[in-house]
Antibody, heavy 130, light 107 residues
Framework: EVQLVESGGGLVQPGRSLRLSCAVSGFIFDDYAMHWVRQVPGKGLEWVSGISWNSGSIGYADSVKGRFTISRDNANNSLHLQMNSLRAGDTAFYYC???????????????????????WGQGTLVTVSS | DIQMTQSPSSLSASVGDRVTITCRASQSIATYLNWYQQKPGKAPRLLIYAASNLHSGVPSRFSGSGSGTDFTLTISSLQPEDFATYYCQQCYYSPLTFGPGTKVDIK
């Protein structure tokens, strides 16, 4: 059974940092691209960042570019999101998501092949507040 | 960035009704369009991928169609477990973007 388990969420003050992790099992981790998607409670979904199987291609939403860093450790089947300079607007549930594709995008931003997200982790809540 | 819109934003329907949700992209995305269902307190789950392909385990009352900029998700006969919020997503160009969602509730 494929499992994605996020951790690292919590309450943090504006301007501080937090690191999310996602432990995966049940599939060959380094065969697939991975993503982080977030959702403000009661609101819609926002893609945050994605990373190809070998970390060779990485993308970010404009809202987090320069502040968040996605990474993966294929040896330990884990995905991470380093979040710096956190703002109140970053308060959300953060979901770890597996892609069907192995690659992400090319240098122009176009995705390499088809992509869809399945499955999703249960989410971890990040609250940015003083 | 590619903007995704959905209509309606919400709808009320009865069990057995046929329901259609529309998703529109701000530019052509071929068939790089997925649909997800989310129930309260749960993570989203994949329903339809590549515009018209039913994900494994999803009931056949769900179907998707469209290409280019206009897409639809249809539930042929609404069941009690289908009351949820539905999101479309383009996977053509980064940043990947979701529609704002369509909430389907009970009439």
């Amino acid at each position: 059974e494929v499992q994605l388990v996020e951790s690292g969420g919590g309450l943090v003050q504006p301007g501080r940092s937090l690191r999310l992790s996602c432990a995966v099992s049940g599939f060959i981790f380094d065969d697939y691209a991975m993503h982080w998607v977030r959702q403000v409670p009661g609101k819609g979904l926002e893609w945050v960042s994605g990373i190809s199987w070998n970390s060779g291609s990485i993308g970010y939403a404009d809202s987090v570019k320069g502040r968040f860093t996605i990474s993966r450790d294929n040896a330990n089947n884990s995905l991470h999101l380093q979040m710096n300079s956190l703002r109140a607007g970053d308060t959300a549930f953060y979901y770890c998501v597996k892609d069907i594709a192995s690659s992400f995008s090319d240098s122009s931003g176009y995705l390499i092949g088809e992509s869809w997200f399945d499955p999703w982790g249960q989410g971890t809540l990040v609250t940015v507040s003083s | 960035d590619i903007q995704m819109t959905q209509s309606p934003s919400s709808l009320s329907a009865s069990v057995g009704d046929r329901v259609t949700i529309t998703c529109r992209a701000s530019q052509s995305i071929a068939t790089y369009l997925n649909w997800y269902q989310q129930k309260p307190g749960k993570a989203p789950r994949l329903l339809i991928y590549a515009a018209s392909n039913l994900h494994s385990g999803v009931p056949s009352r769900f179907s998707g169609s469209g290409s280019g900029t206009d897409f639809t998700l249809t539930i042929s006969s609404l069941q009690p477990e289908d009351f949820a919020t539905y999101y479309c997503q383009q996977c053509y160009y980064s940043p990947l973007t979701f529609g704002p969602g369509t909430k389907v509730d009970i009439k």
